[in-house]
């Protein structure tokens, strides 16, 4: 379809409500994680992109993903039986 793009990803969520002080330390530690070199390495031995985006970043990214992807359906009218 011209004009749009699909990435697989894999994410680490936390359910809505959790407090801000422990969606940061999660973010914190899983960035160290991701930035240690048998790791990083492991996972771009797979192919894999690494992409270690804050919190709200990744909100907006999921917001954004939302809103075209929702058009797409709304405007194809795509239904499910």
């Known amino acids: 379809m011209p004009g749009f793009e699909t990435v697989g990803l894999a994410a680490i969520l936390a359910p809505a409500g959790t407090p801000p002080a422990i969606v940061d330390k999660l973010h914190r530690e899983i960035a160290a994680i991701l930035k240690m070199p048998d790791v990083r390495g492991q996972l771009e031995g797979m192919g894999l992109e690494i992409v270690a985006s804050s919190p709200s970043e990744f909100a907006a990214y999921i917001d954004a993903e939302s809103k075209k992807w ?8 795509v239904t499910v039986d």
């Open 70 to 77: 929702g058009k797409l359906i709304k405007d194809a009218k």
